[in-house]
């Protein structure tokens, strides 16, 4: 694992205003993703986990429920032009993240690429992909929807990508959701929640569509322990 030296990367950005950026993003009432004092270590560790999986400048990222670019600030500053994509169904709440986080002139320079749709489609993009990203989407979505990202990854991904997802574990069947939507925070809701998902049925789900899943290191990239982590390759 390569290892990633913290300060290396902090002259890299320019973090003293970022406080006060993520204000004007709580200002405006949208949802943050999660607590304000874990929106920058959320966001950073997003970026920490695909650096130590072989992120490079000139990497292709699709990141799965971007909201308001928690992450997408760090992988935007970070890709070449062009290499951040997002999809997010909550106009509001992306566009609040833009207007906040970013100048005009550094959008126009890197060409971050959206779309708003609810069945994580990238085809939009016509662009194939070195890395899916989903922070804390499984923790809320429905199998439906975990299978449309499933079958997006093995579509728009080239043979090495890999697909960086987190879940809550169902450890017995009362635990397992087996509903049909969105369970949490979203563009028509409101009200907070989470779901849980079994690893087997994740491995399952996985296996019909040519797909491997292996549990990952939680202690770098976890912030408290609760959400696994889950890499997704092509089999070989």
């Known amino acids: 694992m390569v290892q990633v030296k ?13 406080s006060q950026k993520i204000k004007l993003i709580e200002d405006r009432g949208v949802f943050l993703g999660g607590p304000k004092d874990l929106f920058e270590l959320a966001g950073r560790k997003m970026l920490m986990l695909l650096l130590s999986e072989g992120l490079e400048p000139e990497s ?11 992450g997408g600030y760090w992988f935007i500053h970070f890709l070449q032009s062009g290499g951040y994509h997002g999809i997010e169904p909550n106009r509001a709440m992306l566009q609040a993240g833009l207007e906040a986080l970013f100048s005009a002139d550094m959008l126009a320079q ?16 016509e662009q194939q992909f070195d890395y899916f990203l989903a922070r804390s989407i499984w923790t809320h979505a429905a199998k439906k929807q975990i299978t449309m ?17 987190s879940y809550l574990e169902a ?14 925070k979203s563009h028509e ?22 797909l491997k899943v292996t ?9 408290d ?12």
């Not at 087996?178 to 949490?184: A, L, P, S």
Request: proline share 3%; net charge negative.
């Open 6 to 18: 913290w300060p290396v990367l902090m002259d890299q950005f320019i973090m003293s205003s970022l």
């Open 60 to 70: 292709k990222v699709l990141d799965l429920g971007c909201g308001c670019l928690r």
């Open 110 to 125: 890197k060409q971050p690429r959206f779309v708003h749709n609810t069945a994580f489609d990238p085809s939009e993009f």
């Open 149 to 165: 990202m499933l079958d997006a990854f093995a579509k728009w991904t080239h043979d090495d990508a890999a697909f960086f997802t």
């Open 171 to 184: 450890t017995n069947e009362s635990e397992e959701y087996w509903g049909n939507d969105w369970v949490g």
């Open 189 to 210: 809701s409101d009200t907070a929640g989470v779901v849980k998902h079994s690893m087997h049925w994740i491995e399952a789900a996985c296996q019909d569509r040519g």
């Open 215 to 223: 549990s990952m290191d939680q202690a770098l990239f976890d912030l």
């Open 225 to 236: 322990n609760a959400q696994r982590w889950l890499k997704i390759t092509h089999q070989a």
